[in-house]
């Protein structure tokens, strides 16, 4: 259900959408519904969106917005980043409010993952 003036739907550039499909699932179990060769919609993932393909990569650093994924564990999950081909391009630091860090996915894309534990 759409709520009035609210962000309802999200769409993050792709180089490879099989190679984004296997992180997203693995590393945070998102599933995926194929629209044709060029994108491919998100769902279980907090909130709708899409990626779509491209060769231009997302980053804070580059003026983009930053989408932030919350974790029970951040270890656990900066591990499973790491070992399905993610770089974590800032360390965990805290903030009022928890700690975070900030990871590029296999096709170069920067997000965070947040705790408040």
Same mark, same amino acid.
């Given at each position: ?41 998100? %769902?279980?993932?907090? $909130? ?7 060769? /231009?990569? *997302?980053?804070?650093?580059? @003026? ?12 656990? %999950?900066?591990?499973? $980043? ?7 391009? /800032?360390? *965990?630091?805290?903030?009022? @409010? ?20």
């Amino acid at each position: 259900m759409s709520t009035h003036h609210k962000i309802n739907y999200i769409e993050i550039p792709s180089k490879d959408l099989t190679i984004t499909k296997e992180f997203f699932g693995q590393v945070f179990g998102w599933q995926f519904i194929d629209y044709g060769p060029e994108y491919v919609a998100i %769902t279980d993932s907090g $909130i709708d969106g899409g990626f779509f393909y491209s060769q /231009q990569v *997302v980053s804070p650093g580059s @003026g983009s917005v930053l989408v932030v994924m919350y974790s029970d564990n951040l270890s656990a %999950t900066q591990a499973k $980043i790491e070992r399905h081909n993610g770089k974590i391009v /800032q360390a *965990v630091f805290a903030f009022p @409010g928890g700690q975070r860090f900030h990871f590029t996915d296999p096709n170069g894309n920067e997000y965070a993952v947040w705790s408040d534990k």
